[in-house]
Every structure is written in structure tokens, then in C-alpha cells.
């Protein structure tokens, strides 16, 4: 809805063209429950030639409890590759406010990866552009995290790191490590590039 408003998206470029999410980093200072009503907003900040910052901040009851800091791209959907948005006649509107969050933080590659399982990337999986989801990369990496520790604690941190888009029915390995609240799940492919990276922290209740 934003970004229709900023001009920068429309119906007529959807069968072309999609934003997709390189990078992003969600911080929360207590769970969001069921029943909860909260509050989102967002905001732009100045991008580079195929880079585009974006922030969320989450409210409730009239109390920032979260805030969420993201890094997109114009992919074109035919030649599956970055595209410049001015390059199509998309042109950002001047940032008058840099919103003060930082850009998602790299993630720390210092745990022993243990192979866990592989899953396919079926229907369900794929979204608008033709790749799996990025909602479905949280749910892999959640399920790999013992059952317990989901009703113990809350998740208050998730780092994502998009490397290399994921199509329908490929085969992803996963790997896993962690060291108390903090895990670190990796996507791969079969040649053991990587797919994506994620760190989730979790704060007890």
C-alpha cells in the first residue's frame, strides 16, 4: 500500500517486475499474542542503483514494542535478475527524514553446522515472483528448533540473509547450529552453495 502511494509500485508491473527482500533484521521486546491488536508503519529511506532500505516500526498500545529494518531489490520476473527501478521509469521521491534504524547487521558464521533434514520447495511454498516465499524460510528454520523451546521462550530477534533465490521444486539442505537462545539455520543447495542464512534469538517468557 506504501509504495503504491510513493508511486513506486503498480498493477501493471506486477506481471513483470516484483520487489523482493535481500536482507532483513525483526527485533521484538515482548511476544505479539493472539488477540493482540498492533499497529505498523513504515517508511523509506534513500537507496542505491538496485538497493532500497525499508523500515517497520510495531506498535501496541500506543508502545513501540518492535521495529524491523529490510533491504529490497526490483527483480524482473522473465530474466530472473536484478533490474534497475529507474531503468523501468520508477523514480523514488526524496527522503526529507532518514528513519533512525539500522540496516540489517551481518551474521556471524561461528557455530558448528550440523546437517539436519532437506524439504522441496512445492506450491504452497511459492509466492507472485515465481520463488519460495520469504515468510517460508522462517517457517523452515522454526521447525527445525526443538518444540519446547518455542513454548519456554519468545523469539525476540530474526536475521535474514537472502543469497540465492529458491525455485519450485528444488531440493534445500538444511543445517543448523546453535549455542543456547541463539540458532543459526543455512540453506544449501546440492553443490553446497548458499541459499539463504538466518540467526533467531529467543528470550525466555
Request: hydrophobic fraction near 35%; charge should be neutral; aromatic fraction near 12%.
Amino acid at each position: 500500500m506504501n509504495a503504491v502511494k510513493l508511486g513506486v509500485w503498480n498493477q501493471e508491473l506486477m506481471t513483470r517486475y516484483g520487489w523482493v527482500v535481500a536482507k532483513q533484521y525483526l527485533h521484538l521486546d515482548e511476544p505479539i499474542r493472539y488477540h493482540d491488536e498492533i499497529e505498523i508503519s513504515t517508511a523509506i529511506s534513500k537507496g542505491t542503483f538496485v538497493s532500497f532500505p525499508r523500515y517497520y516500526y510495531i506498535k501496541k498500545n500506543q508502545k513501540i514494542i518492535g521495529t524491523c529494518s529490510s533491504v529490497w531489490t526490483l527483480l524482473d520476473i522473465q530474466k530472473r535478475r536484478m533490474v534497475s527501478p529507474q531503468k523501468i521509469g520508477i523514480v523514488f521521491p526524496e527522503v526529507s527524514k532518514e528513519p533512525l534504524l539500522d540496516l540489517p547487521p551481518m551474521i556471524q558464521k561461528d557455530l558448528e553446522m550440523k546437517y539436519i533434514l532437506e524439504r522441496r520447495v512445492l506450491y504452497s511454498d511459492v509466492d507472485i515472483n515465481q520463488h519460495m516465499n520469504n515468510t517460508r524460510y522462517i517457517q523452515w528454520a522454526l521447525d527445525l528448533i526443538d518444540f519446547d523451546k518455542h513454548h519456554q521462550c519468545f523469539i525476540s530477534d530474526i536475521n535474514i540473509q537472502y543469497r540465492k533465490e529458491i525455485r519450485p521444486l528444488e531440493i534445500v539442505k538444511l543445517f543448523m547450529g546453535e549455542d543456547g537462545h541463539r540458532y543459526v539455520i543455512e540453506g544449501r543447495n546440492e553443490n553446497d552453495d548458499v541459499y539463504f542464512t538466518i540467526e533467531i534469538y529467543f528470550c525466555d517468557r
